[in-house]
């Protein structure tokens, strides 16, 4: 910990902003100024990066970096609330940065408007002195915390799934990282993003300020942090659990015996498809998957051009009832479509579609296991389609 008499001084104003903190013991003036020197790394400014960010700010926290290269959606506004409508369609970095010196102008904010890669993370997270990941993909997370583990920094986790959260710190006082408690990533497709499983919109604020609230007790030094500890979150039941996490003696990254040195290709280590390797492919040939992968504008062209595939819909009844397609000739939810073949014909192409691509990918491949011929799946899914085709359909 910096010195007391290295820290920063308060001005009137500041002492005015903060006295709720300045009288509070724990925190008093030195606290204060601890939170003026310290620097935090945001990476991701969607649920659970809004309310953590804000509190950071209003509590004085001197410098805040936000990664993310995304725009505003209005799917994103029943959560995120730094961002505001007037910022749809603009970047989440430059509304949380206007949000943040709206709340308080004190805050230094950096602003990193790029994907957190290998190559740059390293770069992006050596300035500060605490990380916390607000992320919603595997790769990202194991990214971090291999980047925190070889720079030195708390890692400060949190994760939602619909009405449950979960939230620790890693790589703090001697703790265990996010590799001690997950080795592997679970197979693409297994567990699905808020975006395909749905999210309660208050979830990402409880798990947001978790982490803030843990961010604020490193920097000032007191009570007990997370570290060691997974706290468990449950809206439905209002539960909070923890479980005891101890340290793996052979993690490969924060193991006495290393075998993760530097960073790796995460997308490649969490089994994701890269965009050069077809993510959005445009060839209709069936690739090593054995189903074709085509976006909405070449399957429109097909489509106009007296392709007539059975169109199946791997999605949930209660999202057929948001939204479907006029064309499509079944509904089966993804996990179902193995039990379920009698109902899909094998003398007709089958063009398979979901939300956004990865849950009717997974039923593809369940289609060709099973003996299909000539199965395409639709990138990008029915948003794509509402986006770039039917803009008269609603996206969700
Ligand atoms: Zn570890």
């Known amino acids: 910990m910096i010195d007391a008499s290295q820290l920063p001084e308060l001005d009137n104003d500041e002492i005015a902003r903060y006295s709720r903190h300045l009288i509070l013991p724990n925190v008093g003036m030195e606290g204060q100024r601890r939170l003026k020197a310290a620097s935090v790394l ?63 102008p004190n805050v230094q904010v950096d602003t990193h408007e790029v994907p957190l890669t290998s190559e740059n993370a390293l770069g992006i997270v050596a300035p500060y002195d605490i990380v916390v990941d607000g992320t919603d993909n595997f790769p990202t997370r194991y990214l971090v915390n291999d980047a925190c583990v070889l720079l030195g920094k708390p890692n400060v986790y949190g994760s939602i799934f619909r009405f449950e959260g979960q939230a620790s710190v890693f790589n703090h006082d001697g703790g265990p990282c996010y590799r001690c408690l997950y080795e592997e990533p679970p197979p693409p497709g297994l567990v699905p993003s808020c975006a395909e499983g749905g999210v309660l919109g208050i979830l990402p604020g409880i798990i947001g300020m978790v982490q803030a609230t843990e ?59 890269t965009a050069s390797e077809g993510a959005r492919p445009t ?53 179902s479509v193995g039990h379920e073949l009698a109902r899909i014909p094998h003398d007709r192409d089958i063009l398979v579609h979901c939300k956004m691509g990865g849950r009717s990918a997974t039923a593809a491949k369940v289609l060709v296991d099973a003996g299909y011929r000539n199965v395409t799946n639709m990138e990008g899914g029915i948003t794509a389609w509402a986006k770039e085709i039917d803009t008269s359909l609603p996206t969700y």
Not at 240 to 258: E, S
Request: proline share 5%; charged share 20%.
């Open 215 to 273: 961010i604020v007790k490193i920097i000032l030094g007191i009570g007990d942090s997370l570290s060691g500890r997974l706290m468990l979150y449950d809206a439905l039941g209002m539960t909070f659990r923890q479980l005891k996490l101890r340290k793996n003696p052979n993690c490969v990254i924060c193991g006495p015996n290393p075998t993760v040195t530097e960073l790796i290709d995460y997308n490649q280590f969490c089994g994701v498809p």
């Open 42 to 104: 945001c990476v991701g400014t969607g649920g659970l990066g809004s309310p953590l960010a804000l509190y950071l700010a209003a509590a004085g926290v001197g410098r805040i970096g936000l990664v993310d290269f995304d725009v505003v959606d209005e799917s994103n506004l029943q959560r995120q609330i730094i961002h505001g409508t007037a910022w749809v369609g603009k970047s989440k970095v430059q509304s949380a940065k206007a949000r943040i010196h709206d709340l308080n």
């Open 283 to 335: 060839d209709v040939a069936a690739g090593n998957e054995g189903f074709a992968r085509q976006g909405v504008a070449e399957i429109k062209a097909r489509l106009d051009g007296g392709w007539a595939p059975f169109v199946l819909d791997v999605r949930k009844p209660h999202e057929a009832d948001i939204v479907k397609l006029a064309f499509a000739d079944a509904l089966i939810p993804h996990e």
